[in-house]
């Protein structure tokens, strides 16, 4: 990449981290209903409730790794990440980042900092979590992507992204342990208590 090159990529994702900072600053002003998660995947608004069993799927999930590293490591649910891509504002079911990470001048984590993203399908937007948020993902060089689908009962773990997707997709069954030794969260994930929908 030339010079020229790498200043109208920063400044490309400049102008595009101001628009999601324009359309997560209206969105905070509207009336959203309480219980709702608000994303923006590709420019286009998403908003999905939270259900009972979205959100024990995602406790298991998060007190697993929260288990293994404590609190030394940053493991969230539900806070926006700016992720490559046209306008890609997401807000993972959980996402573990590095421990050195460091919010960026505005106020952001860093995309670069994520280690590891786990979704939770919900029936309205699972398209967006096996389409063009794993493409995001993948761009971005997350090294385990976890996708926990309640109505298919199963697990399906992504790992070795390159050019743009995920060289290994491993399904798993709910019920069955999920073997991530070796990975960068480097545990055994039970999956007997994930309920179904």
Not at 58 to 77: H, K, M, P, W
Not at 129 to 136: E, I, V
Not at 152 to 179: A, L, N, S
């Amino acid at each position: 990449m030339t010079v020229l090159e790498d200043r109208i990529e920063m400044a490309d994702a400049d102008a595009n981290t101001k628009r999601l900072d324009e359309w997560f600053e209206r969105l905070e002003r509207m009336p959203v209903p309480e219980g709702y998660r608000v994303e923006i995947v590709g420019g286009n608004v998403f908003m999905t409730p939270q259900r009972d069993t979205h959100w024990e799927i995602i406790f298991e999930i998060a007190q697993a790794i929260r288990g293994r590293f404590g609190r030394t490591f940053r493991v969230f649910s539900d806070v926006r990440i700016d992720f490559p891509g046209d306008e890609n504002g997401f807000c993972p079911d959980v996402v573990m980042l590095r421990e050195s990470a460091k919010k960026d001048d505005e106020g952001h984590w860093r995309y670069q900092d994520v280690e590891f993203v786990a979704e939770v399908i919900s029936r309205g937007t699972a398209q967006n979590d096996y389409g063009p948020k794993k493409t995001a993902y993948a761009v971005a060089g997350v090294p385990l992507y976890l996708v926990a689908d309640p109505y298919q009962g199963r697990c399906f773990v992504h790992t070795d992204p390159k050019d743009g997707d995920y060289e290994t997709r491993t399904p798993v069954d709910f019920g069955t342990d999920i073997d991530l030794t070796g990975t960068v969260i480097d545990l055994v994930l039970k999956t007997d208590e994930f309920p179904r929908d």
